[in-house]
């Protein structure tokens, strides 16, 4: 694949960063602005200005396409989605909106040339694109879902509030150690270079989860009783576990599945409006075990597992704290 240096891309092997116990080491994000009500905003909200790229396999572009659909802006924001074979161009997309020009193929490495910033680093999924002033506004997912929640309320009005002031502070807290047990906890396994980087990361990856797992036994969601931004962040690794973290990350200690509370909790928030029909397991799995020879040499892609998030549950009939 490739990499950006100084707004130039340039085909080259794609490696893995780790640090020198051989555990995986995420990159940072750079393109860090927002978009604002406040006067004078660079960047102010706006119906059709906002452009949102993503990829079904990616989870961290996930949770911005449920954020959307939640708030309701699927007619405020635009989406494109990239293919799932990420090749030397890296993320691709050959639904180029309108005043990009209109290609069969458009690498997402062009926006950052477009954007002009001097960018070296990785071009990845999501970016948030400003059609006016035909630059990104934001590559970090964690930010773009804030945006999305907070900004657009003449568009998103009535709906759920997702970080809500009382809840602030809790949800941060647990979002940190979701992040890093769960959500990069399972790239740590994936991705760990040596025995004990991959011991470590699998026992606070199931630590985590059975911290997550007792937390669901007093309450319906992650944060109470209501669906907050915390549940988006976990869902969508939750999603993927069984079908790709599973095994090709060697997350193999249980299925998410096998969690009393775990289990019912993913189906009851793929049956609410905005979740479930943004999952798309046939594309993580090609996506996921489709891209790495060195996980996966042979490229065979699995057929299994059956998951069946249509399942009944019965989190919605509990008497919660």
Same mark, same amino acid.
């Given at each position: 694949?490739?990499?950006?240096?100084?707004?130039?891309?340039?085909?080259?092997?794609?490696?893995?960063?780790?640090?020198?116990?051989?555990?995986?080491?995420?990159g940072v994000t750079k393109?860090?602005?927002?978009?604002?009500?406040?006067?004078?905003?660079?960047?102010?909200?706006?119906?059709?200005?906002?452009?949102?790229?993503?990829?079904?396999?990616?989870?961290?572009?996930?949770?911005?396409?449920?954020?959307?659909?939640?708030?309701?802006?699927?007619?405020?924001?635009?989406? %494109?989605?990239?293919?799932?074979?990420?090749?030397?161009?890296?993320?691709?997309?050959?639904?180029?909106?309108?005043?990009?020009?209109?290609?069969?193929?458009?690498?997402?490495?062009?926006?950052?040339?477009? %954007?002009?910033?001097?960018?070296t680093g990785s071009a990845?999924?999501?970016?948030?694109?400003?059609?006016?002033?035909?630059?990104?506004?934001?590559?970090?997912?964690?930010?773009?879902?804030?945006?999305?929640?907070?900004?657009?309320?003449?568009?998103?009005?009535?709906?759920?509030?997702?970080?809500?002031?009382?809840?602030?502070?809790?949800?941060?807290?647990?979002?940190?150690?979701?992040? %890093?047990?769960?959500?990069?906890?399972?790239?740590?396994?994936?991705?760990?270079?040596?025995?004990?980087?991959?011991?470590?990361?699998?026992?606070?990856?199931?630590?985590?989860?059975?911290?997550?797992?007792?937390?669901?036994?007093?309450?319906?969601?992650?944060?109470?009783?209501?669906?907050?931004?915390?549940?988006?962040r976990l869902f969508t690794?939750?999603?993927?576990?069984?079908?790709?973290?599973?095994?090709?990350?060697?997350?193999?200690?249980?299925?998410?599945?096998?969690?009393?509370?775990?289990?019912?909790?993913?189906?009851?928030?793929?049956?609410?409006?905005?979740?479930?029909?943004?999952?798309?397991?046939?594309?993580?799995?090609?996506?996921?075990?489709?891209?790495?020879?060195?996980?996966?040499?042979?490229?065979?892609?699995?057929?299994?597992?059956?998951?069946?998030?249509?399942?009944?549950?019965?989190?919605?009939?509990?008497?919660?704290?």
């Amino acid at each position: 694949m490739g990499r950006m240096y100084d707004d130039v891309w340039r085909v080259s092997e794609e490696k893995t960063r780790v640090d020198d116990k051989g555990a995986f080491v995420r990159g940072v994000t750079k393109f860090r602005h927002s978009i604002s009500r406040e006067t004078g905003a660079e960047f102010p909200p706006e119906k059709g200005r906002y452009h949102l790229w993503v990829a079904h396999n990616c989870p961290w572009a996930h949770r911005t396409v449920i954020t959307r659909n939640i708030k309701k802006l699927q007619e405020v924001i635009g989406v %494109s989605v990239a293919h799932y074979h990420r090749d030397e161009d890296g993320w691709w997309f050959s639904d180029s909106i309108d005043d990009l020009l209109p290609v069969k193929k458009f690498p997402l490495h062009r926006l950052h040339t477009m %954007s002009g910033a001097h960018y070296t680093g990785s071009a990845t999924v999501p970016v948030l694109w400003d059609r006016k002033l035909g630059t990104i506004v934001c590559d970090e997912s964690a930010e773009i879902i804030r945006m999305l929640n907070s900004e657009f309320g003449e568009w998103s009005e009535g709906t759920v509030d997702l970080y809500p002031e009382p809840l602030r502070k809790e949800i941060d807290e647990v979002n940190e150690w979701i992040y %890093s047990g769960i959500n990069n906890g399972v790239y740590r396994c994936g991705f760990a270079r040596s025995q004990d980087a991959y011991e470590e990361a699998f026992a606070n990856l199931f630590a985590s989860l059975d911290r997550v797992e007792e937390r669901l036994a007093q309450h319906r969601y992650v944060v109470g009783n209501q669906i907050t931004e915390a549940d988006v962040r976990l869902f969508t690794t939750l999603v993927r576990f069984d079908a790709v973290y599973f095994s090709h990350f060697k997350c193999n200690r249980q299925r998410i599945s096998d969690f009393a509370n775990l289990g019912e909790y993913v189906r009851d928030l793929y049956q609410t409006p905005g979740f479930g029909e943004t999952v798309r397991t046939d594309i993580y799995k090609l996506g996921y075990y489709g891209r790495s020879q060195r996980l996966n040499p042979s490229g065979i892609i699995p057929i299994g597992p059956a998951l069946d998030f249509d399942k009944a549950h019965n989190r919605a009939d509990r008497s919660w704290s």
